[in-house]
């Protein structure tokens, strides 16, 4: 796989791009143990604000706010699928679903870091 790798929801609606500058699509990927992370069960991809572009679906995203209000949890309004989020710990990244990017393989347990994020609640 090649930068830049696509990504979107299920429905079609919210699409969106990475430029990775040739680093691994699947380095660094995380779970997290807050509430909310464990809740919705996903494995995110980290990295810079600039390194992701939304391409379309402005108008079909929808944004989840708690606690803080610092991260902002983005989903998409007509299949409820959460694309990425801006993350409290670094405003300046970006997390996305890994699983949203096409052609990438289920990630295997061992590969997925974790992120203590209970502690930060
Ligand atoms: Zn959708």
């Known amino acids: 796989m090649t930068d830049p790798h696509s990504g979107s929801c299920h429905c079609g609606a919210v699409r969106f791009e990475v430029k990775l500058e040739g680093a691994s699509i699947s380095e660094g990927i995380y779970r997290c143990n807050c509430t909310l992370c464990r809740k919705k069960g996903i494995v995110m991809k980290p990295m810079p604000a600039e390194a992701f572009?939304?391409?379309?679906?402005?108008?079909?995203l929808s944004v989840y706010q708690w606690n803080k209000n610092i991260a902002a949890h983005y989903f998409c309004?007509?299949?409820?699928?959460?694309?990425?989020h801006r993350r409290r710990r670094d405003p300046s990244q970006i997390s996305v679903n890994f699983e949203c990017l096409e052609g990438v393989e289920t990630p295997s347990a061992e590969?997925?870091?974790?992120?203590?994020?209970?502690?930060?609640e």
Do not use: M
């Open 77 to 84: 309004k007509t299949c409820g699928v959460y694309t990425h």
């Open 111 to 120: 590969s997925i870091g974790l992120a203590n994020g209970a502690e930060h």
């Open 53 to 60: 572009a939304l391409v379309a679906g402005q108008e079909s």
